[in-house]
């Protein structure tokens, strides 16, 4: 089964800085897709950037990049200019090609100070 | 205009009732979920459909109960509602590309808190 671990259970970074949020995922398959999704304290869930795993090309969303590195199956995301505004849970989900289902990791709550 | 919504998005009810909670899209999709977000945080599937026929129940108690009267509109129903069940409840939707069955980015909804007492 394929599963997702995020291993900062909290970050905080100080406001225009960078940060860096870790993921990795565990899957057999070779075709599959990687999505980084928010949820603010408003409790929406946000995408805020998706890869495809056949395109070696990171995706860039403005202040949002990733760092996807299929062979180690890991796939950060890196938030630019931090701002308040970014302060929330961040997931990173996984789902196979031609799957339904996301899988979630466990979430990293990431905290702007300014 | 609202992509994904649902009602209600707060529900607090006894133990042992009843309760339902409604999801619907405008977004033209073909794909509805239903995900559980427990006091963790943690997000997981319970069910999926695709054009009103269920593809996914992930292992979840038969007091729940979904129901999808068109590709619109996705609900809940819960029954018998125990403590375990205080969670929040979010509904997604994607679109299907090809017949390959490729399903699109997941759009989610506000959430709905179930708190039973």
């Known amino acids: 089964a394929q599963t997702v671990t995020q291993s900062q259970p909290e970050m905080s970074v100080q406001e225009a800085e960078t940060v860096t949020l870790s993921c990795t995922y565990d899957?057999?398959?070779?075709?599959?897709?990687l999505f980084w999704y928010k949820q603010p304290p408003s409790r929406q869930m946000i995408l805020v950037i998706r890869?495809?795993?056949?395109?070696?090309q990171n995706a860039t969303e403005n202040r949002f990049s990733v760092n996807f590195q299929k062979a180690a199956k890991s796939f950060s995301l890196k938030i630019s200019d931090s701002q308040l505004g970014d302060a929330a849970m961040y997931f990173c989900?996984?789902?196979?090609?031609?799957?339904?289902?996301?899988?979630f990791g466990q979430g990293t709550r990431l905290t702007i100070n300014p | 205009d609202t992509a994904v919504s649902q009602t209600p998005k707060y529900l607090v009810t006894q133990m042992g009732n009843d309760k339902s909670i409604k999801c619907e899209q405008n977004?033209?999709?073909?794909?509805m979920y239903w995900y559980k977000q427990d006091s963790k945080k943690f997000l997981k599937i319970m069910f999926s459909?695709?054009?009103?026929?269920?593809?996914i129940n992930e292992t979840v108690p038969n007091r729940f109960s979904p129901k999808s009267p068109d590709k619109a509109h996705l609900n809940l129903h819960i029954n018998s509602l125990e403590l375990g069940d205080s969670a929040v409840y979010f509904c997604?939707?994607?679109?299907?590309?090809?017949?390959?069955?490729?399903?699109?980015?997941?759009?989610f909804g506000p959430g709905t808190r179930l708190t039973v007492l």
């Open positions: 997604a939707s994607s679109a299907q590309r090809s017949l390959a069955a490729l399903t699109d980015t997941q759009y």
């Open positions: 899957t057999s398959e070779s075709d599959y897709y």
């Open positions: 989900a996984y789902r196979a090609q031609g799957a339904q289902k996301l899988v």
């Open positions: 890869q495809e795993a056949y395109k070696q």
């Open positions: 977004l033209g999709h073909d794909t």
């Open positions: 459909y695709n054009n009103k026929e269920l593809i």
